[in-house]
């Protein structure tokens, strides 16, 4: 899952961030309200959170939750703030966010307020997803392999593997490029190595393998790779 991160407090938006890639989330943090519009508004890059402080330089985090529900965009939207009376509260939620948190809050309860914002998302419920044999669960930030005896086998990903198999899974028998892969997966300004994608591929296959999940990803030469789903053998 991808998260647009908007604050502008150095040593915040750098423990938040820490956090989140700790969690396996590709996250974008910018410091400025206008560049996170930018990145709002970008179409090649799709974000299924937002968490958003309130007071930014540009636009604020009130300013650009207006506009995405003017555009009837519905990304889930936290909003941090050092506002905390009750007539801020209302004017943060009345401008569109789903959630709030006030400063300074401990990171266990913004994982939580964030694993809520998913189980509420029509595109994240339920908590995990399934694709023949194959599960995935976001709460916990497990893959296992289920069996013809409904064993399940674990699968130990790092991060960038585990995103990269929830994008496989969410597009299922269709092609797609390396560019899209990283389009998504790396973050906006991230510069990895033009073969950063075949080897992130190439150690999830080897994985998948280990685990008797053979010939899943299959290599489209000259354009990409294209997911093949199976049918469940269940």
Same mark, same amino acid.
């Given at each position: 899952m991808r998260v647009l991160l908007v604050e502008d407090e150095p040593d915040l938006g750098t423990a938040i961030y820490r956090v989140l890639n700790r969690e396996k989330y590709v996250v974008d943090w910018v410091q400025d309200g206008s560049e996170a519009w930018a990145y709002l508004d970008n179409s090649s890059v799709h974000y299924t959170l937002a968490i958003l402080d309130w007071m =930014?330089?540009?636009?604020?985090?009130?300013?650009?939750?207006q506009r995405?529900?003017?555009q009837n965009n519905p990304l889930p939207i936290l909003l941090l703030t050092a506002k905390d009376r009750m007539e801020d509260k209302v004017a943060g939620l009345d401008a569109g966010a789903d959630d709030?948190?006030?400063k300074p809050f401990v990171m266990a309860e913004l994982l939580a307020r964030l694993r809520a914002l998913q189980r509420r998302s029509p595109e994240l419920h339920p908590q995990q997803l399934q694709v023949s044999n194959l599960l995935l669960d976001y709460g916990a930030h497990t893959v296992c392999w289920q069996d013809l005896d409904e064993r399940r086998s674990p699968i130990? =990903?790092?991060a960038k593997e585990f995103q990269t198999l929830e994008y496989f899974m969410k597009h299922p028998n269709q092609v797609v490029t390396s560019q899209q892969i990283m389009n998504q997966l790396w973050e906006v300004g991230a510069e990895p190595t033009s073969n950063a994608v075949a080897a992130q591929i190439r150690l999830l296959r080897r994985k998948l393998t280990e685990v008797g999940c053979d010939g899943l990803i299959e290599t489209i030469h000259g354009i990409g790779y294209r997911f093949n789903v199976p049918h469940a053998s269940k």
């Open positions: =930014l330089p540009g636009l604020t985090g009130v300013e650009l939750c995405l529900r003017h709030y948190l006030v130990a =990903l790092t």
